[in-house]
């Protein structure tokens, strides 16, 4: 059965403090992995897909990372409007549609 | 990326009653996806609508519950039926653009807050 996990489920911050957010998945073939970041009362807001084992994206404060059975969500030097939920998704390439969501990690940086 | 709209962004219903959901895309496009949101959870596949055809529902989910229209390809509703508190969620519409190496990326609309008493 398909599925993702994520950890942590919460994780605090001091403003600076870099870590990593994890998403581990389980999928029969992987089409493509998926970070999402999600404001309270928002839809999630997409951030970077990531096709295969090896790649890395990058935007601003946030580099992804993928490997053959996790990803990494590194968060390099926080600021306070980083603070979000992040969602990783996953979809396999024996349902080519539908997306399955990871349960999220609630980030929050402190000033 | 895609522009994806809905109405209305947050409501009250009262138990029993029914509430529709509607999704605009500022494009046309094949599919589109209607997730529930529940308190504290993550997303959760509602059902997959074509234009032109009827929606397929995921599992824990039924048409007479949770009847879906895609009159066109820019355009879709779902309706939350009958409903009671438990159906209080965030309801997502979301659709796919094309990304590379054949993959796809879901782009979510804002969301629709309901709460039921």
């Known amino acids: 059965e398909d599925q993702v996990t994520q950890s942590p489920e919460a994780l605090r911050l001091q403003e600076g403090e870099s870590s990593s957010l994890n998403c581990s998945y389980t999928v029969s073939g992987l089409r493509g992995l998926f970070w999402y970041r999600q404001d309270p009362g928002k839809g999630p807001e997409f951030l970077f897909t990531l096709y295969s084992a090896g790649e890395e994206k990058e935007k601003e404060r946030l580099k992804a990372t993928l490997t053959k059975k996790e990803s990494f969500l590194h968060i390099t030097a926080p600021k306070p409007e980083d603070s979000a939920t992040y969602l990783c998704?996953?979809?396999?390439?024996?349902?080519?549609?539908?997306?399955?969501f990871g349960p999220g990690t609630s980030l929050s940086v402190i000033p | 990326s895609a522009v994806i709209s809905q109405k209305p962004s947050r409501d009250i219903c009262q138990r029993g009653t029914s509430l529709t959901i509607q999704c605009q895309v500022d494009s046309q496009v094949t599919m589109m996806f209607w997730y529930r949101q529940q308190p504290g959870q993550s997303l959760t596949l509602i059902a997959t609508?074509?234009?032109?055809?009827?929606?397929?529902?995921e599992s824990g989910f039924v048409i007479d519950k949770f009847p879906i229209s895609r009159p066109n390809l820019t355009f879709s509703t779902l309706t939350v039926s009958n409903m009671s508190p438990e159906d209080s969620s965030i309801y997502l519409c979301?659709?796919?653009?094309?990304?590379?190496?054949?993959?796809?990326?879901?782009?979510f609309g804002p969301g629709t807050r309901l709460t039921v008493l």
């Open positions: 979301s659709v796919d653009r094309p990304g590379l190496a054949g993959g796809d990326t879901q782009y």
């Open positions: 998704a996953v979809q396999a390439a024996t349902s080519y549609d539908k997306v399955i």
């Open positions: 609508a074509n234009q032109g055809s009827e929606a397929t529902y």
